[in-house]
């Protein structure tokens, strides 16, 4: 239990995690001895397990790491021009910014660390072991799978469009900019992910642990996960579907592309500017919290007002033939549906 705790406080100290994420790190690791010998043999997934599976991810990206004497070092690889259709990156500890540049060739800069080395140079063998770069047959393929070697990358590619791109980082930051791919998977167990002046048709992103924030995106589908951190979302979309458990959503479409939206949260508010031109059908709810539509004119279909259960269901701006739906849902926070945004 000691160990736990100065592995916490170290990443505190290193600024691998907040001062608030280390406090609930500290409080699950005093709690759990009681946990363990009071867990009934069933019990409700509540409120209490949602955050306990927050602290869990970020305690298991963090203390699989290796604490101690590191090496720093930087790199950069060039890959000669080729075709290029798919996108694989796997970084088990580090970070990635992938974005496009004017050149027709690859571009990779490195920047490290790796535990363990004891020289500059041995750090660069090792790097050298361990990622590795290539371009073969249409896939650009970035793999770093051992923890002992941190890195941070930034990756440059040619403005192609692409088929897919998938990103795993087990534990750090991932940002993407001005890219054009048919799909896109991206995840992080640890860490926000920023997302900027994409298009596609479809693009999934998930992380344990950090904030999800997309601006200037153009997708037929979107869906964005994560368990602990806020969601801003602005662009054009068709159908778009987020879930947090701690945190805010916010979402502003920016055209009439829009027909569907799913949002829910358990402890955060919930805010959406509608599409234009498109009847709205929506449905609002909020246990501790209270709903809001401020479109004009919209008609009430359904209206619940409980202490512990309001609820909405309206219809607004008939006018038009094509209708986005809308299904917003928090248990501690407010949900309020606004006009369209002027952006």
């Not at 004017?102 to 920047?111: E, N």
């Not at 997708?219 to 662009?235: K, R, Y």
């Amino acid at each position: 239990m000691t160990e736990e705790r100065m592995k916490i406080l170290k990443m505190i100290e290193e600024g691998k995690i907040t001062a608030d994420e280390g406090a609930k790190l500290l409080e699950a690791v005093e709690r759990k001895p009681e946990e363990d010998k009071e867990k009934p043999a069933s019990k409700r997934y509540g409120l209490r397990n949602f955050f306990d599976d927050a602290v869990e991810k970020v305690k298991k990206s963090d203390f699989d790491m290796v604490f101690g004497e590191y090496q720093s070092f930087s790199e950069e690889a060039v890959l000669e021009a080729g075709e290029m259709n798919d996108i694989d990156v796997w970084i088990a500890n580090g970070s990635l910014v992938l974005r496009s540049w004017d050149q027709d060739y690859v571009k990779a800069v490195f920047d490290g660390r790796v535990y363990g080395a004891e020289s500059e140079q041995q750090a660069k063998d090792r790097f050298q072991e361990d990622v590795n770069l290539t371009l073969k047959a249409g896939l650009l393929r970035l793999s770093s799978p051992v923890k002992k070697t941190k890195v941070k990358v930034e990756l440059y590619v040619p403005p192609v469009h692409l088929s897919f791109i998938k990103a795993k980082l087990s534990n750090g930051d991932l940002e993407i900019e001005e890219l054009k791919a048919d799909q896109l998977q991206l995840k992080t167990s640890n860490g926000p992910v920023k997302l900027k002046e994409l298009i596609g048709r479809s693009c999934k992103v998930e992380t344990g642990n950090g904030s999800i924030t997309a601006a200037s995106v153009n997708f037929e589908e979107w869906e964005a996960d994560t368990i602990n951190g806020t969601v801003s979302l602005v662009g054009d979309l068709g159908k778009s579907d987020i879930s947090t458990v701690s945190g805010q959503i916010k979402v502003d479409h920016l055209s009439n592309k829009a027909h569907t939206g799913f949002y829910k949260t358990t402890a955060g508010s919930i805010r959406v500017s509608i599409p234009n031109e498109r009847k709205i059908v929506g449905l609002l709810k909020s246990n501790i919290g209270n709903v809001y539509c401020e479109l004009e004119n919209y008609k009430i279909l359904k209206d619940k007002k409980d202490v512990m259960n309001k609820r909405l269901e309206f219809e607004a701006y008939e006018q038009y033939d094509q209708t986005y739906h809308i299904e917003a849902e928090t248990m501690t926070g407010p949900v309020t549906v606004t006009p369209p945004s002027i952006l």
